[in-house]
């Protein structure tokens, strides 16, 4: 007996209560039943009567004549009133606190083959809106320690406030049954700081989960080595790319702008590296060009192991074992 009120009492509230408030008015409708069977002629009658009458609604449509069974009636109404009214203020005060734990990230994620975003900043924002406009349809878990609450209305988005080299909070974004993840540098750290807890969000995310894709923000290029030894897929230096940008403006001999046409390529086009088909092994580059700009592909460079060339002419031969690197469409 010890063991079930233990159980019980191990249950969550909210689900004791309702399963109290159904026992409760199943027995009352058993007791109704059995004392005026000509009352209530079903079993189901019975408790139709008692939730309607716990529940204070009353349509009066079985009423008991007999004094056992206005007695009944009286105690259903004082016990089952009660209990039900508590139970929907509790169900009330629990959706509350709920919502304010899930803004302030205390609820744990329960989903699997998730993309988990480690800062909230702009570049994790725009990252969201993209993944939202293109209607990818991912799931998201936000890491992120300088936030108390997460007042964004995005219902695909499961906020975890903590620090991404915590165990905690790693299980709490449920890290090890995750698919992708991005972590980003912090701007509000010096370079060598922001790099160095880029670092150790990898080993942690790596140490929970080996097979988890990582990619990684770095703003100095002799943190790459250590991010990609630390475990990073890819590994992706700010601040070398803003450079080049700042480079191409300042020295650029026409009207283009670079920014704003590497942004719109990058919004609309994604980089694709294929092998060579067979039919087009031993033949020349431009029969490749013309073969994938039919798809509205184009080819833009050329591997060769480790060794990618974009200076490409016509003539070109192209060899078996080589692979070609285009730029494709999304969802191509």
Known sequence: MQHWIRLYFQVPLVIRLLGTVMVMMTLFGIIIHLLEPNSFPTLFDGIWWAFVTGSTVGY????????????TSILLILAGGGLVTFYMAMLSSTTVRHEKALTSGEVDYRGSSHLVLVGWNERTRQLIDRIDGENLQEKIVLIDRSMNHFYERLSYVHFIHGDATEET??????????????ITADPSKKE???DQSVIHQIVAMKGHNPDLFIIAEVLTDRQRINAERAGADTVIRSNDFMSSLFYQELYKKDPVQPFDLLLKLLTSRQFHETEIPKELEEKPLLQALEYYLKDGCQVIGVRKEDKVTFDLRPEMVLQKGEALVLFTPFRH
């Open 169 to 182: 909070t790693l299980e709490k974004a449920n890290v090890k049954q995750a698919g992708m993840a991005v």
């Open 60 to 71: 009066g449509d079985y009423v008991p004549l007999s004094l056992p069974g206005k007695i």
């Open 192 to 194: 060598q700081q922001s």
